[in-house]
Nanobody, 120 residues
Framework: QVQLVESGGGLVQAGGSLRLSCAAS????????MGWYRQAPGKQREKVAS???????QYGDSVKGRFTISMNNAKHTVDLQMNNLKPEDTAIYYC??????????????WGRGTQVTVSS
């Protein structure tokens, strides 16, 4: 299995910035893709951004131009730089990873989440 741990959440005023980090750990795995999802109270979890090991990036429409995702494949980490934050960005942010285990098995893993709160 692969474990994911998020960090960097907190409370920030509208217009401010935060940088989230996610670290993946395990015995024998390689990354297919990693990304960030978020879930606000009463709403479905939505994709914020994703990046493949080859460098292909996708962003959710609501964060385009404000958020930037990056990956350090060697360190097995993915970051999300969030700028110009809005109250609508308030949610628990979850790190997700799609991995290959033992050069054979595809495995999906989720972190426990980190709270991001943006005040108006």
């Amino acid at each position: 299995q692969v474990q994911l741990v998020e960090s960097g959440g907190g409370l920030v005023q509208a217009g401010g910035s935060l940088r989230l980090s996610c670290a993946a750990s395990g015995s024998d795995f390689s990354i297919i893709a990693m990304g960030w999802y978020r879930q606000a109270p009463g709403k479905q979890r939505e994709k914020v951004a994703s990046i493949t090991s080859a460098g292909s990036i996708q962003y959710g429409d609501s964060v385009k131009g404000r958020f930037t995702i990056s990956m350090n494949n060697a360190k097995h980490t993915v970051d999300l730089q969030m700028n110009n934050l809005k109250p609508e960005d308030t949610a628990i942010y979850y790190c997700n990873g799609d991995f290959v285990l033992f050069q054979e098995y595809e495995y999906d893993s989720w972190g426990r989440g980190t709270q991001v709160t943006v005040s108006s």
